[in-house]
């Protein structure tokens, strides 16, 4: 890694820590409040309004609120599709099946996850979907998403590369993470929207 490569991971790491600060500081009625807002920007987008196959995730914490978007994805008909996290920090994909269905997993020391407990599909299961929710800590204004730094979801786009899937990728975020940028990387892809309690911004 280059001397600017070290720069740009230290910056990130200070990013994270100042962005997930912020999100703990957020109550209870704030992150509820703030995911049915969400959900319903999210069902009103086209691509989602029309999409039958749906890559999601389940928030956790102080993280924008997905569970009332799946619900209401799953109401539709949609086959919503949720991470599993594997030993190398790859993904594999099950079927949401309502929040019965949920599993609760500790991953080593790192916080407990919600991962579907049925059949798992297998890490390509995801390049059938027609959106993919990408989590993130803040987007820029070039659409350049900061992950947490896990690099599970850069495993997930190289995989859409590779099969030429062209899911739409949005992002869920609050409006104070939309920023003006964030440290980047040449094979950093851009997302297509973030979606925000206040609105969405598109950026292709």
Avoid: C, I
Avoid at 90 to 118: C, F, I, K, N
Avoid at 144 to 171: F, Q
Wanted: no cysteine; net charge neutral.
């Amino acid at each position: 890694m280059t001397p600017s490569g070290h720069a740009d991971e230290s910056g990130k790491r200070a990013l994270r820590r100042e962005f997930l600060e912020v999100r703990n500081g957020l109550t209870a009625d704030e992150v509820r409040e703030a995911a049915e807002a969400l959900a319903d920007r999210a069902l009103a987008l086209p691509e989602v309004a029309g999409a039958g196959v749906v890559a999601a995730y389940v928030s956790v914490g102080a993280e924008p609120g997905t569970l009332a978007l799946l619900d209401a994805l799953r109401t539709r008909g949609v086959r919503v599709l949720l991470p599993a996290l594997l030993p190398d920090n790859d993904l594999d994909w099950g079927v949401y099946a309502g929040q019965d269905s949920l599993a609760r997993v500790r991953h080593g020391g790192r916080m407990a996850l919600y991962e579907p407990a049925g059949e798992r599909l297998g890490p390509d299961a995801v390049t059938a979907a027609d959106v993919v929710l990408l989590p993130g800590l803040a987007v820029d204004g070039r659409g350049l998403r900061l992950g947490r730094g896990g690099g599970s979801y850069d495993r997930v786009l190289a995989r859409l590369e590779r099969a030429g899937a062209r899911p739409a990728l949005l992002v869920l975020l609050y409006d104070r993470e939309v920023v003006a940028r964030v440290p980047g990387e040449p094979h950093d892809r851009p997302v297509d929207a973030v979606v925000t309690p206040s609105g969405v911004r598109r950026f292709r």
